[in-house]
């Protein structure tokens, strides 16, 4: 019975070891600057600076976004607002 507690101990602690080191595995973001682009391209804009941390779908959860201190906003949010107030 005793060598089944300690199996079952083993299996947990290797179970527990492998979920927090899972964990700490971090995205790597890019520093430095970003590529200079044309005012009259909001899009292009939009995709050098605003991509990263809001997602190319401007949800709020891009890639770079877990390294802010403040989570970025969802822009999707104003736009679903902006189209349930719009008229035909």
Do not use: N
């Amino acid at each position: 019975m005793a060598v089944r507690h300690t199996l079952d101990l083993a299996v947990l602690i290797f179970t527990v070891g492998m979920f927090s080191e899972a964990q700490e595995q971090k995205t790597e973001i890019k520093r430095g600057p970003a590529p200079i682009t044309s005012p009259a391209s909001g899009h292009e804009m939009f995709m050098s600076y605003g991509a990263s941390c809001h997602r190319k779908g401007a949800s709020g959860d891009g890639p770079a976004s877990v390294a802010l201190k403040q989570a970025p906003a969802d822009l999707q949010h104003w736009r679903r607002k902006l189209a349930a107030t719009s008229r035909p």
